[in-house]
């Protein structure tokens, strides 16, 4: 089959009954979850992955990503009319989105990042269709060597760019790895760190360090919080952009779509770096930066458009490599092996139907979204009236369903609470969460490939350093060189970032 | 033109913060971290090594074991060297206490008691002490809640909690 006809059957899954309906609840429950401060796109796709364990693993798939890049456009309805982002890639359109929606223009800023966001995520569902594909025959070619340098690059990438502390930052990451030691060694059974506890046999769960490290943590930490939240309500009528906002927000939309796609395969890149690029490069841009801060509508329209070209690209990695280069796709590499579906370069030969079901879906999805979004907005504002307090005890109750159900162990539950409370007290000291469990996912495969690699080159560690090892290392380093660079020259800052993930 | 809306605060509680300053409490994160690392070099140094050709175990653990004593340790230097101990950060406001002692709670009368009537007793006692509800709002809103939640993961996903005593 061509890679046309595998589409055409793809949209044959997505545009089912079923298909429909789980697109539209990730769609609707991740746009929910973008608007409510506090609980990120990870917590909300946990939360429904009880609900795929009956499903066919594309549908399931199909909901998760749903609630993923819906999140994003959640995201920004609570930055434009409250200024508390709804997850921390909306951080930048506060600044120019707040200020649009109290000179009494809420409605357009809405509608170009809706549109925005449309566009985005539709170049980088391109994207991810032509470029995993041809990706995922070159990792088949290549060996367990080559793997552990990508899986060693990765994470050298992630301790780099990642916000924060880098020495901090690789510490996570080292931690993130030894926790992916624990349970039976994948080669000879041996048991690692269990302490006798049959519980243990299988690992951390990783669901439920997930849960615990980013929902119940960031619960903990939105607690301490005790500002009033104060709406701006748009009418209907005034959603309409002028047609100088469309000619206004166009090129930036063009720029973000690049920069969004670029920096989406990067490991540990997350939304908020590509969204603080789109916005230096927007300013540098304008033929009025002076207006920046105040109302700019390219402000909103360049950091909303690249927020949602990553969600796609960012699947290139998890899909054609098997590599999550953000904690979200690592919970959906989670959920496919769950399925019996293993991601990476052999997913497009065994399983052709998740990977096209799931380009197919997300273009459907990126219309649900546009058409949800802005007629929806009235209830979602409803939604942020809903005291916190009220909503702790109902994400906490179905985050504890939804981690038993896992596994049906209540030792997953000590592991998300436990967890959860190291993770408040790690970030309030300037520790990450993020690398930590990008590191516990990809640990043991690296390892894994590891020990492979010598077992076939009879312990030569020159094999690390073959010819395919070096060209993947060296163009991966310049492109990543190129791209940090001209982040650089067009004025965005690491501390900017930083700055914004501890907001 | 828009009109705004004011909502209720997001929580109203008394938050017992204490303050703790950066510099002490980031060496003492680092001691923890370092200690971690050196309880995984213990039981890696107790499984097979192999060899640096052919890997056993023990092998990956023991390194990064190390690595994370290593890194700890240049953590805790670099705090113990700040010389700013007016920096401080806030930890034990109630609510946070009060959750995190409620979670703990959970596991260990899960299956004893039973899901429902342990999430139950959870939500109805978060409400009370952190929403400040009453108590006959907070018990119908757990009951409420308890037979959604039944409702959906039971009888619609076919998931089957541990009943306990009920």
Same mark, same amino acid.
């Given at each position: 089959?061509? +890679?046309?006809?595998?589409?055409?059957?793809?949209?044959?899954?997505?545009?089912?009954? /079923?298909?429909?309906?789980?697109? @539209?609840?990730?769609?609707?429950?991740?746009? $929910?979850?973008?608007?409510?401060?506090?609980?990120?796109?990870?917590?909300?796709?946990?939360?429904?992955?009880?609900?795929?364990?009956?499903?066919?693993?594309?549908?399931?798939?199909?909901?998760?990503?749903?609630?993923?890049?819906?999140?994003?456009?959640?995201?920004?309805?609570?930055? &434009?009319?409250?200024?508390?982002?709804?997850?921390?890639?909306?951080?930048?359109?506060?600044?120019?989105?707040?200020?649009?929606?109290?000179?009494?223009?809420?409605?357009?800023?809405?509608? &170009?990042?809706?549109?925005?966001? @449309?566009?985005?995520?539709?170049?980088? &569902?391109?994207?991810?269709?032509?470029?995993?594909?041809?990706?995922?025959?070159?990792?088949?070619? &290549?060996?367990?060597?080559?793997?552990?340098?990508?899986?060693?690059?990765?994470?050298?990438?992630?301790?780099?760019?990642? *916000?924060?502390?880098?020495?901090?930052? *690789?510490?996570?990451?080292?931690?993130?790895?030894?926790?992916?030691?624990?349970?039976?060694?994948?080669?000879?059974?041996?048991?690692?760190?269990?302490?006798?506890?049959?519980?243990?046999?299988?690992?951390?769960?990783?669901?439920?360090?997930?849960?615990?490290?980013?929902?119940?943590?960031?619960?903990?930490?939105?607690?301490? /919080?005790?500002?009033?939240?104060? *709406?701006?309500?748009?009418?209907?009528?005034?959603?309409?952009?002028?047609?100088?906002?469309?000619?206004?927000?166009?090129?930036?939309?063009?720029?973000?779509?690049?920069?969004?796609?670029?920096?989406?395969?990067?490991?540990?890149?997350?939304?908020?770096?590509?969204?603080?690029?789109?916005?230096?490069?927007?300013?540098?841009?304008?033929?009025?930066?002076?207006?920046?801060?105040?109302?700019?509508?390219?402000?909103?329209?360049?950091?909303?458009? *690249?927020?949602?070209?990553?969600?796609?690209?960012?699947?290139?990695?998890?899909?054609?490599?098997?590599?999550?280069?953000?904690?979200?796709?690592?919970?959906?590499?989670?959920?496919?092996?769950?399925? +019996?579906?293993?991601?990476?370069?052999?997913?497009?030969?065994?399983?052709?139907?998740?990977?096209?079901?799931?380009?197919?879906?997300?273009?459907?999805?990126?219309?649900?979204?546009?058409?949800?979004?802005?007629?929806?907005?009235?209830? @979602?504002?409803?939604?942020?009236?809903?005291?916190?307090?009220?909503?702790?005890?109902? $994400?906490? $109750?179905?985050?504890?369903?939804?981690?038993?159900?896992?596994?049906?162990?209540?030792?997953?539950?000590?592991?998300?609470?436990?967890?959860?409370?190291?993770?408040?007290?790690?970030? /309030?000291? +300037?520790?990450?969460?993020?690398?930590?469990?990008?590191?516990?996912?990809?640990?043991?495969?690296?390892?894994?490939?590891?020990?492979?690699?010598?077992?076939?080159?009879?312990?030569?560690?020159?094999?690390?350093?073959?010819?395919?090892?070096?060209?993947?290392?060296?163009?991966?380093?310049?492109?990543?060189?190129?791209?940090?660079?001209?982040?650089?020259?067009?004025?965005?800052?690491?501390?900017?970032?930083?700055?914004?993930?501890?907001? | 033109?828009?009109?705004?809306?004011?909502?209720?605060? =997001?929580?109203?509680?008394?938050?017992?913060?204490?303050?703790?300053?950066?510099?002490?409490?980031?060496?003492?994160?680092?001691?923890?971290?370092? =200690?971690?690392?050196?309880?995984?070099?213990?039981?890696?140094?107790? %499984?097979?090594?192999?060899?640096?050709?052919?890997?056993?175990?023990?092998?990956?653990?023991?390194?990064?074991? =190390?690595? %994370?004593?290593?890194?700890?340790?240049?953590?805790?230097?670099?705090?113990?060297?700040?010389?700013?101990?007016?920096?401080?950060?806030?930890?034990?406001?109630?609510?946070?206490?009060?959750?995190?002692?409620?979670?703990? =709670?959970?596991?260990?009368?899960?299956?004893?008691?039973?899901?429902?009537?342990?999430?139950?007793?959870?939500?109805?006692?978060?409400?009370?002490?952190?929403?400040?509800?009453?108590?006959?709002?907070?018990?119908?809103?757990?009951?409420?809640?308890?037979?959604?939640?039944?409702?959906?993961?039971?009888?619609?996903?076919?998931?089957?909690?541990?009943?306990?005593?009920?």
């Amino acid at each position: 089959m061509t +890679g046309f006809d595998q589409l055409i059957a793809g949209f044959s899954i997505a545009l089912s009954w /079923k298909g429909l309906l789980y697109c @539209f609840i990730g769609c609707l429950w991740g746009t $929910i979850v973008g608007v409510l401060p506090g609980l990120g796109p990870l917590a909300g796709m946990t939360l429904l992955l009880p609900l795929t364990f009956g499903l066919d693993p594309t549908i399931g798939i199909i909901m998760l990503t749903g609630i993923f890049y819906g999140a994003m456009y959640g995201g920004s309805t609570t930055s &434009i009319l409250v200024r508390i982002p709804g997850e921390a890639a909306s951080v930048v359109t506060c600044i120019d989105g707040y200020e649009m929606a109290r000179q009494g223009r809420a409605g357009p800023a809405l509608m &170009i990042a809706a549109l925005g966001s @449309f566009v985005g995520g539709s170049v980088s &569902i391109l994207g991810l269709m032509f470029i995993a594909p041809p990706l995922a025959k070159v990792m088949i070619a &290549i060996g367990p060597s080559v793997e552990v340098v990508l899986i060693l690059l990765a994470l050298a990438v992630i301790s780099v760019v990642s *916000a924060g502390s880098r020495i901090k930052t *690789a510490t996570m990451l080292v931690l993130g790895l030894l926790l992916g030691t624990i349970g039976l060694d994948n080669l000879t059974g041996a048991a690692r760190f269990t302490f006798g506890n049959a519980n243990l046999a299988g690992g951390l769960s990783f669901t439920a360090l997930a849960i615990g490290l980013f929902g119940v943590s960031e619960i903990l930490i939105n607690l301490e /919080k005790t500002e009033a939240i104060k *709406a701006i309500r748009p009418k209907m009528r005034e959603l309409i952009p002028r047609w100088k906002d469309l000619r206004d927000s166009a090129p930036a939309v063009g720029r973000a779509s690049i920069i969004g796609f670029i920096f989406g395969i990067i490991p540990g890149v997350s939304h908020v770096v590509a969204t603080f690029v789109s916005y230096a490069v927007e300013k540098r841009f304008s033929k009025h930066p002076e207006e920046f801060g105040k109302g700019a509508i390219a402000g909103v329209a360049g950091p909303e458009t *690249a927020n949602n070209a990553v969600t796609g690209t960012a699947m290139i990695p998890l899909l054609a490599l098997g590599i999550p280069s953000i904690p979200a796709t690592a919970l959906l590499l989670s959920a496919l092996t769950i399925h +019996g579906v293993q991601p990476g370069p052999l997913l497009l030969t065994d399983h052709p139907e998740v990977f096209w079901g799931l380009v197919a879906s997300m273009y459907i999805g990126n219309v649900m979204l546009l058409i949800l979004n802005l007629p929806l907005v009235g209830i @979602f504002v409803n939604l942020l009236r809903i005291p916190y307090a009220w909503l702790v005890p109902i $994400i906490l $109750i179905v985050s504890i369903i939804g981690v038993y159900s896992v596994n049906f162990s209540v030792a997953d539950i000590w592991i998300m609470v436990l967890s959860g409370g190291a993770g408040y007290v790690l970030r /309030k000291f +300037g520790y990450e969460m993020a690398p930590m469990l990008l590191a516990l996912v990809l640990g043991d495969r690296l390892e894994a490939n590891f020990r492979l690699a010598l077992t076939m080159s009879g312990g030569d560690y020159a094999t690390f350093a073959d010819k395919a090892s070096i060209i993947v290392l060296t163009s991966t380093v310049g492109l990543l060189l190129t791209v940090q660079g001209l982040a650089w020259a067009f004025g965005y800052r690491k501390s900017f970032a930083d700055e914004a993930e501890g907001a | 033109m828009s009109e705004g809306s004011d909502t209720a605060p =997001a929580t109203t509680g008394t938050v017992l913060p204490r303050a703790f300053c950066v510099r002490r409490g980031g060496i003492a994160m680092a001691c923890a971290l370092l =200690a971690v690392g050196l309880i995984f070099v213990w039981q890696a140094s107790l %499984l097979d090594f192999g060899g640096l050709g052919l890997p056993g175990p023990g092998f990956f653990p023991l390194l990064l074991g =190390a690595v %994370l004593g290593a890194s700890s340790a240049v953590i805790g230097l670099a705090c113990w060297r700040e010389s700013d101990e007016k920096k401080t950060v806030e930890l034990g406001h109630y609510d946070v206490l009060v959750v995190f002692v409620a979670l703990l =709670a959970v596991p260990t009368v899960f299956e004893w008691l039973g899901a429902y009537l342990t999430l139950g007793v959870f939500g109805a006692a978060l409400l009370i002490l952190i929403a400040r509800t009453s108590l006959w709002l907070a018990a119908l809103s757990a009951v409420i809640a308890m037979a959604a939640c039944w409702f959906f993961f039971q009888l619609l996903l076919g998931l089957q909690l541990p009943t306990g005593l009920l």
